[in-house]
Each structure stands twice: as C-alpha cells, then as structure tokens.
C-alpha cells in the first residue's frame, strides 16, 4: 500500500459534488471586486430580514442562559409549538414522539434518505430538481428515477407517469411541493393520485415542504394528511424560507413511530441536536400567529409580476410560477440551447446574474432559474436591463 493510498478520502465522497451555483458566485464576486453593478437574481434566500420579535427570542434565551445541552430531538416549548403548527396549518395531528428538530431542512432530507434507501433502492422524483437532492439520493446508494414536470403538468392523475417508472427495486418517492427551481406546486388531485399509487406499491414517500408558505392561489397541501400516508411519510420543514433564517439553519420532521427511532439515531450521531438558544427562537417564530406570513407573500406577488413581466417581454417563455419564488424562464429562442452559456450571455449583456438549468437536471437544459427575492428596485433595475437584451 502506497503513501497516496493510505492518505485518500474515503470513496462514498465521490458520490458527492459541490454546487455548481457556487461557481456561479464566484464569477458574480469577480465581477463585484472589478467595480461592476451586478443585478443578483442567483440566490435562494428571502428578501427580508429576520422579523425583530425572533431575535427578541433568541436574546432572551441568551439572557435565561439557554445555552446548555438540550434534547437531541428538540426542546419542549418548540415541539410543543410545532405540534399545534402540523394540526393547524397541514392537517398532521402528532405528539412530541412524531417529532424532531433538525439542522436546517438539509439535514432533515439527509436523514430521511438515509433511512429509507438501501444500496440499489430507486427513488422517483419530479426534475427540474433542487441541485443537492441528486446528490443526497446517490450518497445514500440509491438510484434516482426522474419525471419530468413537463409531462405531468397538465395532468391531474399521475399514475400512468408514476407506473411507468416502477420497478422490482422501487422503494420511495420524493415530493417537492412547491418546487424549487421550477415554482410548480402539486394540486390535491396529483398529490392524492401519488397517495394512492405509494400505498398500491407500499412505497415511502419524502416531503419536502420548505416553501409551503408560498402558494400563489390555492392552499398547499401537506400529503402526509392525506388517507393513509403519515405511516409511510417522512414529512420535511424548515424556518429558513418562512421567516427569513436561512442562516439560523433549523427545521424539523414529522413521521409515524417506526420511522423515529432510525431518525433519532441519525440526529444524535451527525449533530447531537441544534443549537439550544436557536430552538427557543424557533419556538417563537412557529407560535406566531400575525398576518407576517401574509405580508411577506404579498411582497413576493408584488415582485413576481415585475420579474415575469420582463423575462416574458425579453422574449423568454414563461408564466407566472405557483409557487416558491423563482422564475424558470424558457431562453432557448434568444439565448441558445445551452444554459451555461445562456448564463454567460445574460450576464454579460444585462449583468443580471442567474443560475443555469442544466444544474438542475437534464430536464432544465435551455433554462435559466432566475429569483424574485430581491429588492424591487433591483428588479426593476433588471426589467430595464432585460430590455436592452
């Protein structure tokens, strides 16, 4: 055994990558650091800040010192807030036991692929998809089986779609509703027909619900509420897109029993529980009940019509997403097939900074994901530029 073989990484690593939209970040930083204006419609976060009555909570927890080892699955105060949250808003009604806090939404989907794939399990998934969830599936030795939106939009049962891709190693399905990148959001027609067809198979199904908060017409729905489901659903959540704290990195997981125990291992062995004081800050935020949630979609609406607008005008094809708060913007007929370069051509025309579709899955090619989590006057500033494309 050579010096070079004893030192390299172990080689489940190489069923990993690195987002390609931090390349991405990296030449709009080059860009900046030469005194350029970039027009940032790259990025994933919301446009606001954390609301003030949040950081009162975390300060308090400070000043109680709630700064000691809390319980891997999360504090009482906030499963206690969470529980009253699943019932009210997603029609889940669960116990503490149901329940358990994660490192952000990430970590929750880490944990549920690696509960329910073995080696050679495929997992059905819609594509364009968010970028880690491959990557997620393939580190858990799974195989991804991809369905393309396009093909089930304007269907209301899935069945056929879903049959197709069935197999004798078929064992879950992951469901992101509303969809990041594409802003499509499942109506209760398709999620029942992904219902019926995972209790048909005895499949699991994966739900991740980061941006359930953001539904444009409509209410979202949660599957797991639906006939049958929470006994086989691995229901995902996170702050980081309702209340603006993508950094505060905590959300959480509700499941049946026999799915805890495996979740509650995965948590003790990879973070041993989140941050004590952030829980209590957590706890505050799921327990509000003003109009917050309400405002920020209204400012989102406000910000998705000027983006749609100038990406239609521009030539791309588009319409208004249902959900999220991304524009996936067909430019093939003035940008080209490939999105990369599509990437490059828009900024450097426009200096309007976007993320190629291609990352997203073969699905995306001749796409650009463009978000309206901005400023209005950085959208506007783009719908100027648009115009000079």
């Known amino acids: 055994m ?8 172990a080689s489940r690593l190489d069923r990993l990558g690195f987002s390609d939209i931090v390349k ?7 860009l900046k650091l030469k005194g350029e204006t970039v027009l940032q419609l790259e990025g994933g976060e919301p446009f606001m800040p954390t609301p003030e009555f949040i950081k009162a909570a975390m300060k308090k927890a400070l000043d109680d010192d709630q700064t000691r080892y809390a319980p891997s699955s999360g504090v009482a105060p906030l499963l206690e807030a969470i529980g009253a949250k699943l019932s009210e808003h997603n029609g889940l009604e669960v116990t503490e036991r149901n329940l358990i806090v994660t490192n952000g939404g990430m970590h929750a989907l ?10 050679g399990d495929e997992i059905i998934f819609f594509s364009p998809y968010w970028t880690p969830i491959k990557d997620l599936v393939t580190f858990a030795e799974g195989v991804p089986v991809r369905i393309p939106w396009e093909e089930i939009r304007s269907l209301g049962d899935l069945t056929d779609s879903l049959r197709r891709r069935l197999s004798p190693r078929s064992r879950a399905i992951y469901v992101n509703t509303p ?9 209760s027609e398709q999620l029942q027909s992904i219902a019926r067809f995972a209790i048909e198979n005895n499949l699991v199904v994966i739900s991740d619900e980061a941006y ?12 797991g509420s639906l006939p049958g489901m929470f006994s086989r659903t691995l229901s995902v959540f996170t702050l980081s897109k309702s209340f603006a704290m993508t950094g505060w990195r905590v959300g959480y997981m509700a499941a049946d029993l026999p799915w805890m125990d495996g979740l509650r291992k995965l948590a003790l062995n990879t973070i041993n529980g989140v941050s004590t004081p952030t829980q209590f800050a957590a706890a505050a935020a799921i327990a509000d009940r003003s109009d917050y949630r309400l405002r920020m979609r209204e400012g989102y609406l406000e910000r998705r019509e000027i983006l749609v607008a100038a990406a239609q005008e521009a030539g791309f094809r588009c319409s208004a997403p249902r959900g999220a708060f991304y524009l996936f913007a067909n430019v093939r007929e ?19 900074a976007s993320v190629p579709g291609s990352v997203f899955g073969p699905e995306g090619e001749g796409h650009l994901r463009m978000s309206f989590s901005t400023s209005i006057g950085v959208l506007e500033a783009a719908a100027a530029s648009l115009k000079r494309l």
């Open 334 to 352: 003035r940008l080209g097939n490939d999105s990369w370069k599509a990437m490059e051509m828009l900024l450097e025309r426009t200096r309007i």
């Open 179 to 187: 969809s990041n990148p594409t802003g499509d959001v499942l109506s």
């Open 24 to 30: 991405i970040r990296n030449r709009v930083m080059e």
């Open 110 to 119: 880490f944990c549920a692929f690696q509960e329910t794939l073995d080696p």
């Open 2 to 9: 050579t010096a070079d073989t004893l030192v390299r990484p």
């Open 212 to 223: 359930e908060d953001l539904v444009y017409g409509g209410q979202h729905v949660s599957i």
